[in-house]
């Protein structure tokens, strides 16, 4: 629960900084129930992509037992290239819908004045099929097994390129690159290493602000990964460099709590001290 709050509480100043203020402010419940009928209307078109609209269209007549089976497995080519095109749109919308469901539920709490600390993590849309709920269990596999078994073709050589930019000192390029790699590669073992990367040359080029982002949403998607670490880190001296001192100091302390032994724990203590946190 004190890491869900934390991270509720990041989020929450890292989306409302001073340049986003007025616009989060022009947002009314009516423009919030309006996003929620779009959401709405996306799900009775899936629905009606489930309901038949007349008889089978499938011809399987030929004059031969040859001629049939062609027949069938012509069909059967374009029923499999339709059901892919189907499943990669609705699995679009379900994870569209999602993250506007919790947008939505994050602004209805600080609307109606709620504790958006005690936002959960919001249910995916439709809801879980069965055969996702329980997923056998795997052999674990160390940081550096994983992604050579995982990852994409030319994903690791796009990463690399956005790496060998950001190590050149172009910091522009590099920070495209890595956002690039994670649109491309959504769910790559290397996303929240992207996100860290990402955050670190957005901070070289001085955007602060988005560079916090970036560090944020590198330890939301693997709070116990490798780099969880560094990206906790990386974060609160951002939130500092803000001037969000408070924030900064509950998240610098965060980083000894969960990571102790870390190599960034020392770095977080520094910090911590530099910016005169009790």
Do not use: W
Not at 54 to 66: D, E, N, Y
Not at 72 to 93: G, H, V, Y
Not at 250 to 267: D, K, M, P, W
Request: with cysteine; proline share 4%; glycine share 10%.
């Amino acid at each position: 629960m004190r890491v869900r709050v934390v991270v509720a509480a990041l989020g929450l100043v890292v989306c409302l900084l001073p340049a986003a203020l007025a616009a989060q402010e022009d947002r009314t419940l009516a423009d919030i129930r309006q996003d929620l009928t779009v959401l709405n209307v996306e799900m009775q078109k899936l629905k009606r992509e489930l309901s038949t609209t007349g008889g089978p269209q499938v011809a399987t007549g030929g004059s031969s037992l040859p001629d049939r089976v062609q027949a069938i497995e012509a069909e059967l080519q374009r029923l499999t290239a339709l059901t892919e095109r189907l499943q990669f749109r609705i699995d679009s919308i379900v994870e569209d819908g999602t993250r506007r469901i919790g947008d939505l539920e994050f602004r209805l709490v600080e609307l109606e004045g709620g504790d958006v600390s005690q936002l959960g993590e919001t249910s995916t849309l439709g809801g879980v099929p069965p055969e996702e709920e329980a997923p056998a269990p795997v052999a674990e596999q160390t940081p550096e097994q994983a992604p050579a078994t995982e990852l994409a073709v030319g994903e690791r050589a796009d990463f690399e390129a956005a790496e060998a930019a950001f190590e050149a000192g172009n910091h522009a390029e590099a920070a495209a690159q890595f956002r690039a790699f994670n649109e491309t590669y959504p769910g790559s073992p290397l996303a929240a290493r992207a996100d860290l990367m990402r955050g670190r040359a957005l901070s070289g080029q001085g955007d602060t602000r988005e560079a916090a982002r970036a560090f944020l949403a590198a330890f939301q998607a693997a709070p116990q990964g490798e780099h969880a670490a560094d990206a906790l880190y990386e974060l609160g001296a951002a939130l500092g460099r803000l001037g969000q001192v408070d924030q900064a100091c509950i998240t610098l302390g965060e980083v000894g709590v969960r990571f102790a032994g870390s190599e960034a724990v020392a770095q977080a203590d520094r910090e911590m001290a530099a910016l005169g946190c009790q």
